[in-house]
């Protein structure tokens, strides 16, 4: 579970609802009860609905979760059933909508990424990276893991990887055993993971017995290739795949041999439609 706190749950609301509903107030609606549904119109992986709970439980409005997040519904599927008053209920509408179909987009995209991968690598796993869009992190690493994903790295602090651009800071960027031995004596609890920009600096990689090499769009021919030499060598040495991973070529990169791909493609998923209906009680 990733853990957000109530001055996430309030800035969502506020970024909407910060002055009440004017609409609600100047209809006389603000001490009328109602009731209000949200439903997935197009079906599929859900997420968000642990966060839209906590946003209408915020504004005083008792809410019913159908469903929990990472389940596969079908199309029009009640997800949340919710009463309270009628200017909370709309205060609440937005807000939570916006939350469920953002939230919903990636981690439906997510499930398709990883349901295709598993078809060739069973226990293979999509890890996505940090590459979110700014201030969403939090929502985002929540719907990828509902999705069936795995979290890349949420910031440079967590792994080691070594990037050309770590490499060209140093005096000799092309002695990967070096960075690879300094590496791993500087941080002995962590893999050492390189990113390798092309098929030879992959071969410098893997001679330099890195624990994982990242491979950053090479050619599937390529992959295929050096999977090949790191099985033929029995190397310690594991592979992952990056760079233009996405729902389009996720089939073409599995199909490579390679089980472990990194992505940033579910966070710019298109969001799944939620209809949301209120009614006077």
Not at 44 to 49: F, N, P, Q
Not at 149 to 162: K, M, N, V, W, Y
Request: aromatic content about 6%; some cysteine.
């Amino acid at each position: 579970m990733i853990y957000l706190p109530d001055t996430l749950i309030d800035q969502l609301l506020l970024d909407d609802i910060q002055y009440g509903d004017l609409t609600c107030r100047a209809l006389g609606l603000h001490t009328q009860q109602g009731t209000m549904t949200f439903t997935s119109k197009l079906g599929g992986c859900v997420s968000g609905l642990d966060i839209a709970q906590r946003m209408l439980t915020k504004l005083g409005i008792h809410s019913e979760c159908l469903f929990r997040d990472g389940e596969i519904v079908e199309p029009q599927s009640r997800l949340i059933n919710a009463s309270g008053s009628v200017e909370a209920l709309h205060q609440g509408w937005k807000a939570v909508q916006n939350v469920l179909e953002w939230c919903g987009g990636i981690s439906h995209y997510t499930h398709q990424m990883v349901t295709i991968l598993k078809k060739y690598h069973p226990h293979g796993q999509l890890a996505c990276t940090r590459k979110t869009i700014p201030a969403t992190k939090p929502l985002a690493l929540t719907a990828i893991l509902a999705g069936g994903g795995i979290i890349h790295r949420a910031g440079s602090a967590e792994t080691i990887l070594l990037f050309t651009n770590h490499r060209n800071c140093l005096a000799n960027p092309d002695d990967w055993q070096s960075h690879v031995d300094t590496l791993r004596a500087a941080a002995p609890e962590k893999q050492i993971i390189v990113e390798a920009d092309d098929y030879q600096q992959a071969l410098l990689a893997i001679d330099a017995n890195a624990d994982i090499v990242q491979l950053d769009k090479l050619p599937v021919e390529q992959i295929q290739q050096l999977h090949g030499l790191v099985n033929e060598k029995k190397s310690r040495c594991r592979l992952s795949i990056a760079g233009g991973v996405n729902l389009q070529t996720i089939e073409s990169f599995a199909q490579a041999g390679v089980p472990l791909l990194v992505t940033s493609a579910p966070y710019y998923a298109n969001p799944r439609d939620i209809k949301v209906q209120i009614f006077k009680s």
